[in-house]
């Protein structure tokens, strides 16, 4: 285990329903990030949050909501998805932002929307 | 903008035997770092290995190590003495030395390991 846990595992989700993944990581670090890993194409850096504060948004369609209370805890509010949002979610985090920081990945949440 | 080429979707390895996985990048910048990650079947992705573009010599962690060359761009990884627990998929990912949120991985090569 790498210090990083997600809830749910799985999740099925129809179009106009309304959830919330969850990472949470007990390794004191300062940088969490969403990523989305579809089948053969490269993971998708979605946010990036440093110190609690948001720093990155790549584009993201606003149907995908982050929030980040504190430094342990990171959510996935999800809303309004469509068929081609179903992916594997990973969560990470990492002591610092600096680039020589590797990251600790969670074990993802299976999404799919129907 | 940077991008991350895995040329081979999948690889086979003969348990004990050696396997080289391919990367090659496209960056302008000169500072950067680069990483092997490793995910196994239904577990969490883990580092393997990591290179600093400004150390010229090789990074090697145990059974793995990497063959770095800056000026052709390319990372590959090569796993010595393979074992079945080296099954996973494996990414090659690049991180830009001037900002600290641009993360780039490659689409995975599948690494299957034979008994």
């Known amino acids: 285990e790498t210090g990083v846990t997600q809830t749910p595992r799985h999740l099925v989700m129809g179009m106009t329903n309304k959830k919330s993944l969850k990472c949470e990581q007990h390794?004191?670090?300062?940088?969490m990030y969403w990523y989305k890993q579809s089948a053969k194409k490269p993971l998708e850096l979605m946010f990036v949050y440093n110190f609690k504060e948001q720093t990155e948004n790549n584009s993201v369609p606003s149907r995908f909501s982050p929030e980040c209370p504190n430094s342990s805890h990171l959510f996935l509010h999800l809303h309004t998805l469509q068929p081609e949002d179903s992916a594997l979610y990973l969560c990470?985090?990492?002591?610092?932002?600096?680039?020589?920081?590797?990251?600790?990945f969670g074990p993802g949440t299976r999404l799919t929307v129907t | 903008a940077q991008t991350v080429t895995q040329s081979q979707p999948e690889m086979s390895v003969q348990e004990a035997e050696t396997v080289t996985l391919s990367c090659t990048y496209d960056t302008s910048e000169s500072d950067y770092y680069l990483f092997w990650y490793k995910q196994p079947p239904s577990r969490q992705m883990i580092l393997v290995i990591r290179q600093e573009a400004y150390k010229q010599q090789n990074a090697t962690e145990n059974r793995f190590s990497v063959n770095f060359q800056k000026a052709a761009k390319s990372f590959s990884l090569k796993i010595s003495d393979s074992q079945l627990g080296d099954a996973a998929m494996y990414f090659c990912?690049?991180?830009?030395?001037?900002?600290?949120?641009?993360?780039?991985f490659g689409a995975g090569t599948r690494l299957t390991v034979k008994p």
């Open positions: 390794l004191g670090h300062n940088a």
């Open positions: 990912a690049y991180r830009t030395g001037y900002n600290n949120n641009d993360m780039r």
């Open positions: 990470a985090s990492s002591q610092e932002m600096s680039r020589r920081h590797e990251q600790y």
